[in-house]
């Protein structure tokens, strides 16, 4: 089992940035894939980060080039760094993260307004 707890959300102006933070625990040493996804209230979930285990990384089309995805595994903590906020990336932001086990594991969701 893995839990992981988010940090890091709130209102942010337009251009912007904000950092998500998101701590695991319990059997951490299995995670094999992290990353961050967002959803808007009737929308489904879309991918905004992505890391693998060897640190390759992949981003949502609508955020490339803003957010980068970044961890620390001596605090078992994945960060979600954004910068040049816009209102279509106010989301719900969920942070996950897959095991060896091919499990998933999500936070709680945070939620991010961009304000205009």
């Known amino acids: 089992q893995v839990q992981l707890v988010e940090s890091g959300g709130g209102l942010v102006q337009a251009g912007g940035s904000l950092t998500r933070s998101c701590v695991a625990s319990?059997?951490?040493?299995?995670?094999?894939?992290i990353g961050w996804y967002r959803q808007v209230p009737g929308e489904q979930h879309k991918l905004v980060a992505v890391?693998?285990?060897?640190?390759?990384?992949n981003y949502g089309d609508s955020v490339k080039g803003r957010v980068a995805i970044t961890r620390d595994n001596a605090k078992n903590a994945m960060y979600l760094q954004m910068s040049s906020l816009k209102p279509e990336d106010t989301a719900v932001y969920y942070c996950?993260?897959?095991?060896?086990?091919?499990?998933?594991?999500w936070g709680q969701g945070t939620q991010v307004t961009v304000s205009s």
């Open positions: 319990g059997s951490t040493s299995s995670i094999s894939v």
């Open positions: 996950f993260a897959t095991t060896s086990g091919a499990n998933d594991y």
């Open positions: 890391m693998s285990s060897d640190g390759r990384t």
